[in-house]
């Protein structure tokens, strides 16, 4: 099993920058593949990024390809988003994930979820 802990939530303009950190505890964190997703209020959890275990292959939603920036440090265990030039529609719950079979793009391909951090970008 691994837990992990999303950090780096707040509040910030629009066009501003966030980082989010992703701790991970327990099984060796290099095993999993790790994704990002985000659910604004009344809406759907939404896929974000996900990173293959090397960290060698990445995928984005088309919502924020070009923007955001996946990575992970295997060294330190740790998951990475970094956010530029956020919109109000950014604001949302963000979520990291884990999965030892694949680096999907759905809700449904992860098993392990951290608990969220809180994202809100004013206009």
């Known amino acids: 099993q691994v837990q992990l802990f999303e950090s780096g939530g707040g509040l910030v303009q629009a066009g501003g920058s966030l980082r989010l950190s992703c701790a991970a505890s327990?099984?060796?964190?290099?095993?999993?593949?790790m994704g990002w997703f985000r659910q604004a209020p009344g809406k759907q959890r939404e896929f974000i990024a996900t990173?293959?275990?090397?960290?060698?292959?990445?995928y984005y939603a088309d919502s924020v390809k070009g923007r955001f920036t996946i990575s992970r440090d295997n060294a330190k265990n740790t998951l990475y988003l970094q956010m530029n030039s956020l919109k109000p529609e950014d604001t949302a719950v963000y979520y990291c994930a884990a999965d030892l079979l694949r680096a999907g793009m759905s809700l449904r391909d992860y098993e392990y979820w951290g608990q969220g951090t809180q994202v809100t970008v004013s206009s």
């Open positions: 327990g099984r060796t964190f290099s095993f999993y593949a």
């Open positions: 990173i293959r275990r090397n960290g060698g292959n990445t």
